[in-house]
């Protein structure tokens, strides 16, 4: 694995923006996987930012992303969708329909699950998956416990998740105990991945997932198991790593 050490949360959006933009002028039709959270807000200011100044084309780009709410539409201002649109899709030259969420309003979601793995594999597999880790090492939605081969479906939220969300929901009540989210054999199949962290919070999860045993019980553990994985960690994050990274 790759592990790349940075100052602050802005080298970090600028090293993994430098990397995806690397890889998608080589393929037209790119197939990018996108994530969700604080933590790649500053790669998509770098992505918007490369747009903007001419250096980065996502006309022909395709996306999807990892996970979605199950109960929110996509206009309800914490819904994933629109927190890709806000923070990226509005500010890019991305053709709308080429960019995927999971649709948490769908009637049967189990049968959307599928589907959305069957488009996944109609575009060839994603070839470059960005993803951010939660505090108790979750990726996407995969909490502690989801089976490391597991694909795309309905998870349940676990306490630690649903309390760190409720900071963007009014009220406790309001935040959403279920998601859609790709599993973790789905995030595998990708080609390459870019893993991101900032933020003491995360320091433990990350030390967990890079130099502790791969577990069901810290999900991004399984990122072990893929060779071609890129970390960009804030040095706030990676307090408690003990192997020589990245020297
Ligand atoms: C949510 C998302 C994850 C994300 C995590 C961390 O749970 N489903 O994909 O990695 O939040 O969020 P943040 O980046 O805000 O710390």
Known sequence: ????????????????????AEQMRRKPHFVLGLATGSTPLPLYQELVRLNKAGELDFSTTITFNLDEYVGLPPTHDQSYRRFMNVNLFDHININ?????????????????????????????????????????????????????????????LTESTIKDN??????????????????????????????????ANKAEAVAKALEGPVTVSVPASALQMHDQVAWIVVADAATKLRLEWGR
């Open 1 to 20: 694995m790759q592990v790349i050490i940075v100052g602050d949360k802005e080298e970090m959006g600028r090293r993994a923006a430098a990397l995806i």
């Open 96 to 156: 709308k329909a080429a960019t995927h969420v999971p649709d948490g309003m769908a009637a049967d979601p189990e049968a959307f699950c599928e589907a959305y793995e069957a488009m996944i594999d109609d575009v060839g597999g994603i070839d470059c998956q960005v993803l951010g880790i939660g505090s108790n090492g979750h990726i996407a939605f995969n909490e502690p416990g989801s089976s490391l081969a597991s694909r795309t479906r309905v998870v349940g």
């Open 166 to 199: 409720s900071r963007f929901f009014a009220r406790m009540e309001d935040v959403p105990t279920r998601a859609i989210s790709m599993g973790i054999g789905t995030i595998l199949e990708a080609e390459r991945i870019v893993m991101l962290a900032y933020g």
